[in-house]
């Protein structure tokens, strides 16, 4: 099979796949090329409640194909930020379930959804600096709102991997799982973000990303929406809440 981007969209979940196995998942400048679209018609799909972004069998994706940097850097490196800059602004909560190695390109793309959770094993790094390339800036200052300065100048002076608890430690990783266990822990957070209210994770997310100029319009829309008396309801009435706001 070619390397590409696979999805399936099931109980109101998203699953989007980079395989490339030969290559321990890198991506190419076709699977960049793909992503920006084919969120897009996620992010339409009113059955899509959320995303979850993983690699092909025991890796999440080893960075971009060094291949494609031979041939033009500048190009390959800007189509990555437009596809980190996509998954950045998906308008529904996202989630990095990462095996193995998440290095390069693939911690540019686990940084820029909104959760990470890890398998023990998985090993991350920030390499430019092995290969003489500038970060991008938009992925410097994104790093270090996850990871703070001093751990983002390790990463990216040094290209040294980290493992999984290290990267838990600094705020890479939000979960760690024994190893086995991602596959059963994915699905079971992602029907929990499916089971609330998505004008919350909407509101949240946006506010938490740094937007300041939508305080009014999310609370015109929590003034609209009857999420906020149903979800007293159903509290009230001990059942589960019916939210109706959709993005």
Known sequence: MEPQLLHTVADGVATVVIHH????????????????????????????????????GGTFCAGADISTLRESPGEAQGLAVLAEEALAAFPKPTLAAIRGHCVGGGAQLAAACDLRFAEEGALFGITPAKLGIVYPASSTRRLVALVRPGTAKYLLFSSELIDAERA??????????????????????????????????????EFANGRTDRDAYWAEQARGSGDTAEGVAAFLERRQPRFTWSV
């Open 21 to 56: 196995p030969a290559k321990r998942n890198a991506m190419t400048a076709g699977m960049w090329r793909a992503l920006p679209p084919l969120l897009d018609r996620l992010a339409a799909d009113t059955a899509v409640r959320a995303l979850v972004l993983t690699g092909e």
């Open 168 to 205: 838990l430690r600094t705020g890479l990783v939000d979960e760690v799982l024994p190893a086995g266990e991602l596959g059963k822990r994915v699905p079971e957070f992602a029907r929990v973000l499916v089971s609330r209210s998505r004008l919350t994770q909407a509101a949240a997310k």
